[in-house]
């Protein structure tokens, strides 16, 4: 049973350039959160994808934009990198179908910018 | 306000002792919680999931959870070396909907000494 995955696992960009990161959800879920967490914070919601429409953001600015896929899979792109977007972008899965609000988290990506 | 609240630490226990982490919610909406632990560099995962007032036990692990006070707790039992982690609590909804969101706490770093 595949696991939540991510791609890429690391990520180096400069100021001002656009970034897409990507996500496969759990087999069998068809939910897809982004989150945020800069070193020693906790996961920042940054939005929700379900039937591929954007259901939920968090408090994060235009700058940062996603998509979902007819299989599931999800993009986060973040545009005019700032040197704040540094930090661990978890993509987590879950099920519609499953009734409870139990998700799981990919390995993540590490961007970094410069 | 913050909408989960847990102290950052760190939590020195001696091995072999009870680690008791707790969280504290805002939003009496949150009918879900969730105990992730998060190791240095890698990605939150789930331990522990409680839904109703009382306790939850799952091996070494209890969760707590006093709706009225809005208040969670996890109680680890006979601490090991390799339970040294950060311990993000996280709240939602009840049920599955696709524009609702789980939030998460700062967390609270958990340092097990020999």
């Known amino acids: 049973d595949a696991g939540v995955t991510q791609s890429p696992t690391h990520l180096i960009k400069t100021r001002g350039q656009q970034v897409t990161l990507r996500c496969s959800p759990k087999?069998?879920?068809?939910?897809v959160s982004w989150y945020q967490q800069a070193l020693g914070q906790g996961p920042q919601f940054i939005f929700q994808?379900?039937?591929?429409?954007?259901?939920q953001r968090g408090n994060f600015p235009d700058r940062f934009s996603g998509h979902q896929f007819p299989n599931y899979s999800s993009e986060l792109n973040v545009n005019a990198l700032l040197l704040g977007d540094s930090a661990l972008y978890l993509c987590?899965?879950?099920?519609?179908?499953?009734?409870?609000?139990?998700?799981?988290f990919g390995p993540g990506t590490r961007l970094l910018v410069l | 306000q913050k909408e989960v609240e847990q102290n950052s630490g760190p939590l020195s226990v001696p091995e072999g002792a009870i680690a008791s982490l707790n969280c504290t919610y805002s939003d009496r909406g949150s009918q879900s919680f969730f105990w992730y632990r998060q190791y240095s560099g890698k990605s939150p995962e789930l331990i522990m999931s409680?839904?109703?007032?009382g306790d939850k036990e799952d091996g070494r692990f209890t969760a707590q959870l006093n709706k009225a006070s809005q208040y969670v707790s996890l109680l680890i039992r006979d601490s090991q070396p390799s339970d040294s982690a950060t311990y993000l609590c996280a709240g939602g909804p009840r049920f599955y909907s696709s524009a609702s969101k789980i939030i998460f706490g700062s967390g609270t770093r958990l340092s097990i000494r020999p």
């Open positions: 994808y379900y039937e591929e429409e954007e259901r």
């Open positions: 087999s069998g879920h068809d939910t």
């Open positions: 409680i839904y109703s007032n």
């Open positions: 987590a899965s879950r099920s519609r179908q499953a009734m409870q609000e139990t998700q799981y």
